[in-house]
């Protein structure tokens, strides 16, 4: 069993803690080798409740003539440490350091001589890559247009090939993690010269690429017909999308959630190892419609607006027609469209409805 002076020394490295110390001024730690209360430094006499290196993880004793478990012992003499304190602030600190943010992973194949090609892309939390400078881009936007990150890339069209090392190609492998903030709403890559290459809708783009590569084999029912229904939900949230119908690509998220997680296998076997399974399906909807949720427009209650886009027009009255004669309780029934309060959708209501129809042109 490992000791616990190596996990402590690699929990420490990632707080950003070095290698080995400044033993010329009696341990102490070089600038910047700090983890909230923890002390580096070589111990002289008696230590209570602690570690030595050589110790199983399970047996403490008191600790006499060690170095502290960052560094290297000078002598024989002197055994790396560390006291149950200690052990306690770094292992807490692993467990109450903020999560690393959202990343959306982009991949695409850029060519000097032909169009942008998309490729799959991920979303998971992690660092974001860094890129600094570029004569390419990638700039996140928010619903209303609104610039929320842009970052810097260049394309390498070079490629290490043995024997005869680097080689010049056509083509250039996109792959760049970055911050992925809620508000998110648009997703555009930049060529030289500010060139727009594509722009794309990124809960729409996840949402494809996460579930058209499921294998029929997955789903318990009609694995052909299931599959089928699945890929036209998703064609229908593209649709509604692109047609800015947000608050309907949700209510259809909604209704895929609900169906994806009656229709999927718990476990499917897959010949791809990137193909989710369901268990990373269902957050990846629930993320999604977290993120439309903050694309959703207040509209106001506008009476006559039957269809709840703020206004009255051509749309409403169709909207009317399909529910005029229905009564509470039958398909079809709009019950915004009932001005008199009755049980049915009747030309009273029709009457209602087109004095404010008029009244707003």
């Not at 260049?154 to 508000?183: H, K, Q, R, T, W």
């Not at 594509?198 to 058209?212: A, N, R």
């Not at 649709?239 to 909604?254: H, S, W």
Request: hydrophobic share 40%; glycine share 6%; with cysteine.
């Amino acid at each position: 069993m490992d000791s616990p002076l190596v996990t402590a020394h690699e929990l420490a490295h990632t707080f950003g803690v070095d290698e080995g110390y400044d033993t010329t001024t009696c341990g102490s730690p070089k600038p910047g080798n700090s983890v909230r209360g923890v002390q580096f430094r070589p111990f002289n006499g008696s230590l209570p409740s602690g570690w030595k290196f050589s110790d199983p993880v399970s047996i403490m004793r008191n600790i006499t003539n060690a170095y502290d478990f960052m560094n290297n012992p000078r002598n024989d003499t002197e055994e790396p440490w560390i006291n149950s304190n200690t052990w306690e602030l770094l292992a807490d600190g692993l467990l109450t350091t903020t999560p690393d943010p959202q990343l959306l992973m982009i991949n695409a194949l850029i060519s000097k001589n032909a169009p942008l090609e998309l490729q799959t892309w991920y979303s998971f939390n992690g660092i974001p890559d860094i890129s600094e400078s570029g004569t390419h881009s990638i700039v996140l936007k928010d619903k209303d247009g609104a610039v929320i990150n842009a970052i810097p890339f260049e394309p390498n069209y070079s490629v290490a090939l043995e024997p005869i090392g680097l080689a010049e190609m056509d083509i250039s492998l996109l792959s760049l993690g970055v911050a992925f903030p809620i508000e998110t709403a648009l997703v555009q890559i930049f060529g030289a010269n500010n060139e727009l290459l594509v722009e794309v809708d990124p809960v729409q783009k996840i949402l494809m690429d996460s579930f058209t590569e499921i294998p029929p084999h997955c789903f318990i029912g009609s694995p052909n017909q299931d599959r089928t229904t699945l890929i036209n939900n998703l064609n229908q949230i593209k649709d509604l999308l692109e047609g800015g119908n947000v608050m309907g690509a949700k209510t259809k998220l909604q209704e895929t959630g609900i169906f994806v997680a009656s229709a999927l296998l718990d476990e499917c076997e897959v010949e791809n190892p990137l193909v989710p399974k369901k268990e990373t399906l269902l957050p990846i909807i629930d993320d999604s419609i977290k993120r439309l949720n903050v694309r959703i427009v207040q509209v106001p209650d506008v009476a006559g607006d039957l269809d709840g886009d703020g206004d009255i027009d051509m749309t409403d009255f169709q909207a009317f027609q399909a529910t005029f004669g229905k009564c509470e309780g039958q398909a079809g029934y709009n019950p915004k469209a009932n001005f008199d309060s009755d049980t049915c959708i009747t030309f009273v209501d029709y009457q209602t409805w087109y004095r404010l129809f008029t009244a707003q042109q």
